[in-house]
Nanobody, 131 residues
Framework: QLQVVESGGGLVQPGGSLTLSCVVSGVDLDVYHIGWFRQAPGKEREGVSCSSDEKSYYVDSAKGRFTISRDNAKNTVTLQMTNLTPEDTAVYYC??????????????????????????WGKGTLVTVSS
């Protein structure tokens, strides 16, 4: 049974860095898209970054500041966040969806921009950027 568990959230000062981790258990990670999403207070959930086995995608607000990486052998995907601002304050969710592009399924980018929903979600980890 696939499970998604995030960790690494916390309080960080503006300009600081934080690394989130996501462990996806019960499956072979190399055939899954893994995405990071966030929901700020009073706002809708939005995509942050998505990793397929060969490429990574970022929304504009994350480009140059966030880096997604995956270790398929450890079933782990991390999101390194730097130069954080108060606008990055949110609950961050890791999510997974099996890569089905070979039968016309959505790409990682499709999931990131919300065109298709991920199938499996973690419970989220809170990131607070404040002085």
């Amino acid at each position: 049974q696939l499970q998604v568990v995030e960790s690494g959230g916390g309080l960080v000062q503006p300009g600081g860095s934080l690394t989130l981790s996501c462990v996806v258990s019960g499956v072979d990670l190399d055939v899954y898209h893994i995405g990071w999403f966030r929901q700020a207070p009073g706002k809708e959930r939005e995509g942050v970054s998505c990793s397929s086995d060969e490429k990574s995608y970022y929304v504009d607000s994350a480009k140059g500041r966030f880096t997604i990486s995956r270790d398929n052998a450890k079933n782990t995907v991390t999101l390194q966040m730097t130069n954080l601002t108060p606008e990055d304050t949110a609950v961050y969710y890791c999510a997974a969806a099996r890569d089905s592009r070979w039968v016309g399924g959505p790409s990682c980018e499709d999931h990131l921009i919300g065109r298709y929903k991920m199938n499996y979600w973690g419970k989220g980890t809170l990131v607070t950027v404040s002085s």
